[in-house]
């Protein structure tokens, strides 16, 4: 969570885009599945199109 500047706390949800040479797609199917298992904390989004939830 982050600090807006009235100093509130933020409950909108991490977003994280995943960008990776195609050499180490292995490598990033391997990150995929560890943000697969907090998908409920955080949104993911490679160039693979693999989302693990929606970023709206």
Do not use: G
Not at 15 to 40: E, G, M, N, P, Q
């Amino acid at each position: 969570m982050t600090k807006s500047p009235s100093n509130s706390v933020s409950t909108e949800q991490p977003k994280v885009f995943l960008s990776y040479s195609h050499r180490d797609r292995r490598w990033a199917d391997r990150l995929l599945t560890h943000f697969r298992a907090i998908a409920d904390n955080v949104s993911v989004w490679s160039d693979a199109q693999e989302k693990v939830s929606v970023i709206a």
